[in-house]
């Protein structure tokens, strides 16, 4: 299995608290993803990163924000939770081209 | 809007039947992914096509590369129970400074009965 550990697995948070989820990896890829995942909807992109400091937007970005200070670490943000939040978070990473993604086991975040 | 469109979303057959899901876009992708993923679990690669008209077969899965490469299919042949999962494809964009962009279909809810 690849190593990527998310972390907290479970969350429950109050609206308009601040919320950030973990995704560390061990294996030096250079892309990081963060993905929601809802009923109907697949795997929706929020962000995602192609190196340290280097972050980009994805479909669904509004209200996350995300950092990666080093390589191994991918941080998001939910700077003022709302319920419209409340979803399973997955973090991806992959090498360049077509290579495979390697998910997390997922965050289950609850917003009430 | 997704940029992936796939179809069906929901997908109920009996064990032994013929399937096909599709992933249509109106863009052009360098690669398309075929992911299976399981409840409580992330998304498993199955494969990766990547030149227009690509057919791939994995035993009883044939997936199809578009010769546009703007779409994707993924036919099962004699479904098995094994088979039930959620069925999601992924593209990453052709040209552009998005390269490593990697982005998903609403995916096929399959259930396969015995």
């Known amino acids: 299995d690849a190593g990527i550990t998310q972390s907290p697995r479970h969350k429950v948070t109050e609206t308009g608290t601040p919320v950030t989820l973990r995704c560390h990896q061990t294996e030096n890829h250079r892309y990081m993803y963060w993905y929601r995942q809802d009923p109907g909807h697949g795997l929706r992109l929020i962000h995602y990163?192609?190196?340290?400091?280097?972050?980009d937007k994805g479909e669904v970005s509004d209200g996350y924000s995300v950092s990666r200070s080093k390589t191994e670490d991918f941080l998001l943000t939910l700077e003022s939770a709302t319920s419209s939040q409340t979803s399973v978070y997955f973090c991806?990473?992959?090498?360049?081209?077509?290579?495979?993604?390697?998910f997390g086991q997922g965050t289950r975040l609850t917003v009430v | 809007t997704q940029l992936l469109e796939q179809s069906p979303q929901f997908l109920s057959i009996q064990e032994g039947e013929n399937l096909t899901v599709y992933c249509n876009s109106s863009s052009v992708f360098s690669s398309l992914q075929w992911y299976r993923q399981e409840p409580g679990e992330g998304p498993v690669l199955l494969v990766t096509?990547?030149?227009?008209?690509e057919v791939k077969k994995l035993k009883r899965l044939t997936f199809q590369f578009g010769d546009a490469r703007k779409d994707s299919s993924l036919h099962i042949t004699a479904a098995q129970t094994g088979d039930t999962g959620l069925y999601l494809c992924a593209g990453r964009r052709a040209g552009g400074t998005s390269y490593g962009k990697l982005t998903f279909g609403q995916g096929t809810i399959l259930t396969v009965h015995p």
């Open positions: 991806a990473i992959s090498e360049v081209g077509y290579t495979e993604a390697f």
């Open positions: 990163s192609y190196g340290v400091k280097d972050t």
């Open positions: 096509v990547v030149t227009g008209g």
